[in-house]
């Protein structure tokens, strides 16, 4: 089934199933922010863009219950990266009936609020929806690339249809761990969204990064 204007708004799946070892491990989403933690920013951000929402994590799903969201493991075992995160919300949605998620990472606060819209608008025509984010490369960034590729795609942040779920499941039993080989096997497309004054899509990965996201807060 194509993508059409009456379409619903897909279910969200915030992923937090990593290991933050750059953080000293742990929960990274339950890092403090401007007195809220970034998942509080996260869900603030994710809810009102879709139909309904859901957590990927490992581990206890008990230190989440103040969220009061479903927790979903992942069903791959060996943390095998945010394509496992993907697939267990593809594998929640099939059972409510959904035809799409929409996937946001539980350590950026600031990614754009209108992340759904836009990742829905660039699938229009696509048989099975499948869009990453990405943001123009600038600065330093780009000279850096020497002319090859002038985005940066955000692999966490992505609109990815029920129908390839097994698909999914398939290629990552076979081993199969980088996002973009996955997507590109699916004429994955891509929705480019602006990077002034900042990357909306940056993520706390270190103390340093923490120490940024609060002067962001501020600022905005």
């Known amino acids: 089934m194509q993508i059409g204007a009456g379409m619903n708004n897909p279910l969200g799946v915030i992923l937090a199933g990593g290991l933050a070892t750059r953080m000293g491990g742990g929960d990274k989403g339950l890092l403090q922010l401007g007195g809220q933690s970034l998942l509080t920013h996260v869900i603030d951000r994710l809810s009102p863009q879709v139909s309904g929402l859901a957590l990927n994590a490992n581990g206890a799903p008990e230190r989440f219950a103040d969220l009061d969201l479903p927790i979903l493991p992942d069903t ?112 994955g497309r891509e929705a480019l969204f602006p990077a002034d004054p900042f990357d909306p899509f940056f993520n706390v990965n270190t103390p340093d990064d923490l120490a940024r996201a609060q002067k962001l807060l501020e600022q905005a």
Do not use: C, M, Y
């Open 76 to 187: 791959i075992e060996g943390f095998a990266g945010p394509l496992a995160g993907v697939l267990a919300g593809l594998d929640w949605a099939a059972t409510l009936g959904a035809d799409s998620i929409v996937t946001a990472a539980a350590d950026t606060p600031f990614f754009p609020r209108d992340l759904v819209a836009r990742l829905v608008d660039t699938a229009r025509g696509q048989t099975h929806p499948l869009v990453l984010a990405t943001t123009p490369r600038t600065g330093e960034e780009a000279l850096k690339s020497g002319g090859g590729k002038r985005v940066n795609r955000h692999p966490t942040f992505g609109l990815w249809p029920v129908a390839l779920r097994d698909d999914l499941r398939a290629a990552l039993n076979d081993g199969l761990r980088k996002v973009v080989l996955w997507t590109d096997r699916h004429d």
